[in-house]
């Protein structure tokens, strides 16, 4: 019942594979080899529009990276208050922008362009202020909510009025795709998006992410920042071999459909139960839930792992992720834990 | 007939086999996961002082995150003008530290105690100047050289008595250890080093650089430095499992220990032919070598590859590299077109 | 009417005169001088507590370096959302520290032990997370309303059990002190406060701000980050001697008794006069009043200038400032016209 | 017999009589006064071309910040190895702009087309190394030696050519005008300059520095810039004054042209002794002279001060500097005592 993240899953069996068959002779460095180059044609393939690919090993090298080739340092980047940028990555996009973060509310991580413009409208004060260059927003954000197309297009728009540019942080950008079976550009090129940081590594790679400019201006000096952040790496085929293979038939596809269907079941089986009380719309791979304290210290005895997002004195808000990884069987042993917990409680 | 460098080369099957059988179940992430924690020990373990060790992704990001820790801002890094963090690091150093890197001259990349001294003499003036506090070598160096234990000794105890620290940029410090037949430790903590930067992915692995802090308070808050700078892998198991195959049986003793052979090997065969003139002595994998122009553009045509290292109107500086995949089929076949010109010539 | 700030002011007379005084023969630059020195003295004498006193030119900088000796790269400010550090200063601190700015609500620009509390207990998750190193609050705070020495000693027990510190924004300290009869040890040194800027440029100077440290070790390397941000003034003795005026005969309290008697005769003249509506208590040298737009947009129109803190639909937030050079017949001509407009109104 | 700077001298009395007339009532903060506004087009005017003058208080300051609007954080700073920025600045300029400074060799702090040539032909790299941005000279240099205007373009010329820009460190720009004889603008925009740090505190003022960019479009946001550098200076009346009288009447001009004929004056004394020996063609206000260490040691004692450059066994370096204030009576009493100790030795 392994539910703590994406990321404590294994790599999907062919990317593994790849990597093996990539293991032979010699391949030049620092991404001069065809894995490499191959997987930046399918990255950029993989959209309609215009777009410049470049690997990196992190998601939040790839986030804060993405973002200084998007804001002089003398700039502020707006965010929501939950966002990974403004809370798990320790500082990483301050040091790599040297720009200030400008946290917003906003219900289930997600900006809405009303909430953005009454915040632009207060940096009216030349400059003794920062000058707001980046919208930056996590699709699906960090409590899996989805923004629509639409969404997405909306912000875009706002932000280039105002001078600014929309950075989409795609961790789970997959998961995202998948649950609005929609084409990839729809949320991104199509939409508007400047630059996009996309994530394999939660959905089935080893250690894969990319950043990718739809504004391709962005993507001129680019290679040198990556190289200055100690991002360009010398076996670089591993890195371009393992999204050759993700992308190859779609198997990032598959994968998060799979994600997102065993989190849809789990929400049933909670929803199913009176105590257990959904937090958050279950849109991606991701449930949130109110569960009673009592409840889930039984389910953790049990072996039940997941995070507990925040707690109360009664009751605890579970975060429950599903991965490629996660089995039919997982969910409904899940649930039948739960079950005989409340039955008994 | 590949010399370009051993980055080129793909990784150990061993090390490719130890990936495949960790790629089971989930596992922690951020480096909670047990090949991490085992890497981490082997590698303290490596060593006979106390030690705390740090993985990364990148060589480059290893040297610069271990400098963040040792320099405050307002600090100098004193370094030989050909060092990799002062020449091909795309200014990573000074990104990281904030710091200023102070080039020294010396023959073969290598600095003496008399001319840190030197340098170090005209920081007399105060607030005006930076603190000098970081002293780093490379070992061996970026023409193959070597610091025996003593050299180390002499640096770490002139750095120490002006309040400086010591650090290694030890890429290749495997192959200085095969090369010098002693105890790791001999050219690192018993030596007075205060942090070293381990090279695996050029002597074996895909991607695993680790950082070594002798002063173990530099460790306190480097986790936070990691983090800050993108380079805490989630799915870490796959960074730790290279390092345990890697120091398994001395797996990187024995690779390096066939590197240097193959450049000895390399290096007798250029020996024999008058027209070819040995620039460097040969101690480690790397062999430097002037060759005149017209039988460097007859070898390369033949497929041979190796990297200018300087270019001169009749001649160029060859940079011929090593590594655990080269073979003693590759030297000879490379010193037969080397005969086969130079009697044509 | 000149409400609009107290940095629209002149220098008073009395340091006008000291530098002219100061203005004879040669003197060692960087600081060595004698004025320099006497004015450290005087600020270290200012304070019962042990105190290292460094001069600066601006608050911006006063504040960006006083913090950047306080918290690692990695760590994290807490401070109120509307502190100058937050909003006014084009991302100095960020700049100057490479930390991370963490902006808490509270009324008046206040922040209370319970929300700084509440506040830290969601850094729980080690190196995802900066780590909080420094609180900073303004006294008074960007409202003109005052931290009591029990308050300040609090907040300070508060991040030290917490291994954070102090620091003070007192760009209008001389106000605080002039309000609270007190020593300004009280809301400095013996308070626990670890560092103190200090301003004296609002307070009749030309261009004088100092940075104190009470936790002396934060002071041995300041001279260097004070150099290396282009704060070190050659010909120093013109800092100095600013700083030895304003403290002699304790000028500074003289003045800033008077702003903070203007700004409570203002507050009475508008306290009369039922439509304008006092938003925030008046305790030192500002006063903040809600108007009714028409009302607003006469006085404008008859000359009197402040600041539009805030507008609504029908009322705007006015801001008004006294200083050392505002005069009781200002006041009352701004009466003057408040009233009759009120009853033409 | 003070020669140890030009920043040791006072003032200038115009310059202090301007800035009391100055102190008369409200003055809009930050810039927006008018002497700050008068002092802008002044220094525009004070050239032909096409220029933006922005008011900092230090000459740090001022090269800092005009290398960090000229450089990208991945770029590379050519300049002497002697440069001010290189080696008195404290690590500034990489603060400021994150890049890396890359000194190189030349007779009396002077840089040539040809060296300058020979460096850039090693970045051939690309991005494992900083891309060269800007080439920075002092004219000017530390060693009082000047570039002509030909000289100027030359190197603006190749600095153009590689995509780069033209620094020039003004600290003592007036010294170059006076001693050349020439149009300001003939050292500046009319010569491919496309920034100069201008200083006037070593030539007459108190403290007062200027940025001037005749690439006016990095000046766009350079105001952000400045304040986030902590530069903005709140009563900027008071730094905008000192250039109104400075360039009044060109008053720069007067003390820049007496500087310089003091220092002639004290040459043509010290090439009249046998025993000195002068180091450097003494071309603009600053003398450098080779002294027997005994004659050294007995012209210290008399009350003679300057700056020991450098230091051998048996004899100095000094560094004799004039400014507005030296008199003809403080070089001759110099001379005096030179004959009298030479006479004696």
Request: aromatic share 8%; net charge negative.
């Amino acid at each position: 019942m392994h539910f703590l993240s994406d990321n404590t899953a294994a790599a999907h069996p062919d990317i593994l594979r790849a990597i093996t068959q990539a293991n032979a002779g010699h391949a030049p460095g620092y991404g001069a080899d065809g894995f490499t180059e191959e997987a930046e044609k399918l990255l950029e393939a993989m959209f309609d529009t215009d777009v410049r690919a470049f690997l990196v090993t992190t998601g939040t090298a790839a986030n804060a990276l993405a973002l200084s080739a998007m804001t002089p340092p003398y700039g502020g980047i707006l965010c929501h208050e939950e966002a990974h940028i403004n809370t798990d990555e320790c500082g990483a996009p301050e040091f790599f922008t040297g720009a200030k973060l400008i946290p917003l509310p906003g219900e289930h991580g997600k900006l809405t362009p009303a909430g953005v413009k009454r915040r632009l409208a207060a940096f009216a004060h030349g400059e003794h202020q920062v000058k707001p260059a980046v919208l930056s927003i996590s699709n699906p954000t960090e409590s899996g909510v989805l923004y629509t197309p639409e969404e997405v297009r909306a912000l875009a728009d706002l932000a280039h009025e105002h001078d600014m540019l929309l950075h989409v942080d795609g961790a789970r950008f997959a998961n995202a795709v998948a649950a609005l079976d929609c084409h990839p550009d729809d949320l991104a090129g199509r939409a508007g998006v400047d630059a996009l940081t996309l994530g394999a590594t939660k959905n089935g790679a080893l250690m894969a992410e990319a950043v990718l400019f739809f504004r391709t201006a962005l993507a001129v000096e680019f290679p040198r920042r990556r190289k200055r952040a100690g991002q360009l790496v010398s076996k670089s085929r591993y890195l371009g071999v393992q999204f050759v293979a993700w992308l190859r038939d779609d198997l990032w596809l598959e994968l998060a459909l799979h994600a997102n269907a065993m989190a849809r079941l789990l929400s049933a089986r909670l929803e199913a139960v009176e105590a257990a009380d959904i937090a958050t719309p279950v849109q991606t791979n991701m449930v949130f839930a109110w569960l009673p304290r009592k409840l889930h210290e039984a389910l953790v005895e049990e072996g039940a792992e997941y995070y507990c997002w925040r707690e109360e004195h009664e009751r605890v808000l579970a975060r429950l992720v599903c991965s490629w990884q996660t089995t039919e069987e997982e969910v409904e042993a899940f649930a039948t834990a739960l079950a005989r917990h409340v039955g008994a409680g």
